[in-house]
């Protein structure tokens, strides 16, 4: 069976213990005689799926009891509208961290429904950097703050979650989540679409804490609001169930392995690696601030765009697919997320090295 390395930012990498048992269980799930894709998402079989799923998460992320956890639809994109519609109802005021592409989104999409200030940005220096974020920049009259902990695109993340007081935290965390133990008690709302580290695209997962439901205006589009999904288990209307049970049976091998522990140690000595070897080489570098670099997403150039090709071309070959940057930063990028195991890793090094000799 051939399988590659695959370094694509999303959708991603699954374990391949969850493709295995996903493919055993594919014709006849649990003796039912369908798939899980034919079960009513009214059934038994499906409610056991979807309340293990997010009894799973819970216990993962040590979710508080305060918290719901919401499985709804249309990607991290569709929370750019759904935070605002619910959460922009009090001051109409909020504060946004502007650390790259995907908050630039955030950003643009918020200004339709209040009044949005960027209250710190990266921008001027291509996004290579976090920015400082302390209490005094925030309105402490902003219905939220927003923040995405880990940019996908250019490689950077919070190293430590910014101390909002009691304004609510809102957090686009579609890249990082899952990848290291993180306090949800210091966020208002998380979202996450799961095509990075949770499991298929289709999902997206929201964890909001409940005095944050209920907010949003009368005439605020019924999928859009938190109300809709958390009075009805993330039932309403037919959810994406496939893909509920994928992420359900990549929390059953995150628990297996450890849990969120046990991950964080194995995702920081994959990027320890290669950010030591991009260290190390006359070739390849990173363009982002030591002090800020993301373990889930890492960006690296080369002196030419003749190489950049010529190394994305080669790697594939090698069976390492998937390393072109994203089209605004372009060189290489080597997104390394849960499902990469640490083989993986030592597969791509060995390559760049030997691209380095041959290339020299
Ligand atoms: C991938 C990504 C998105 C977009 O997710 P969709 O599910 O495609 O809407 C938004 N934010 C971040 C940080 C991402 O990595």
Request: hydrophobic letters at 40%; glycine letters at 6%; aromatic letters at 8%.
């Amino acid at each position: 069976m051939k399988r590659v390395y695959n370094f694509s930012a999303g959708p991603s990498m699954l374990p391949l213990p969850v493709l295995e048992k996903a493919q055993k269980e594919l014709v006849n799930y649990a003796d039912s005689g369908m798939s899980v894709m034919e079960l009513s998402h009214r059934s038994g079989l499906f409610t056991d799926i979807i309340q293990g799923a997010e009894q799973l998460l819970r216990g993962l992320m040590n979710i508080p009891d305060n918290y719901k956890v919401l499985f709804v639809q249309g990607g991290a994109s569709q929370q750019f509208s759904s935070v605002p519609l619910n959460l922009l109802t009090n001051s109409k005021k909020a504060d946004y961290v502007n650390t790259g592409s995907w908050s630039k989104k955030a950003i643009k999409e918020a200004k339709k429904y209040g009044d949005i200030r960027v209250i710190a940005s990266s921008e001027d220096k291509n996004f290579s950097y976090i920015p400082e974020i302390d209490r005094s920049m925030i309105d402490p009259e902003a219905d939220y703050v927003h923040i995405t902990t880990n940019n996908t695109i250019e490689g950077t993340a919070f190293q430590n979650i910014p101390d909002t007081g009691d304004v609510p935290l809102v957090a686009d965390m579609s890249s990082n989540i899952l990848s290291e133990e993180v306090d949800v008690s210091k966020f208002g709302l998380i979202y996450a679409g799961a095509q990075k580290n949770i499991g298929p695209a289709g999902l997206t997962v929201v964890i909001i804490r409940e005095d944050l439901i209920g907010r949003a205006p009368e005439d605020c589009p019924v999928m859009l609001d938190y109300k809709t999904h958390s009075e009805s288990g993330s039932l309403y209307n037919t959810p994406p169930t496939f893909a509920i049970y994928m992420a359900k049976l990549v929390f059953e091998w995150l628990e297996e392995l450890g849990g969120l522990k046990a991950i964080e140690e194995i995702n920081r000595k994959k990027a320890d690696m290669l950010y030591s070897y991009l260290e190390e080489s006359k070739m390849f570098s990173s363009p982002v601030d030591k002090d800020s670099r993301s373990i889930m997403n890492i960006p690296f150039v080369s002196p030419s765009d003749e190489l950049d090709a010529a190394f994305v071309k080669e790697a594939k070959a090698e069976g390492l697919e998937t390393l072109k940057g994203h089209r605004s930063v372009g060189g290489m990028r080597a997104s390394i997320y849960n499902a990469m195991p640490v083989e993986g890793v030592e597969a791509l090094i060995q390559f760049m090295k030997k691209f380095e000799e041959n290339h020299q």
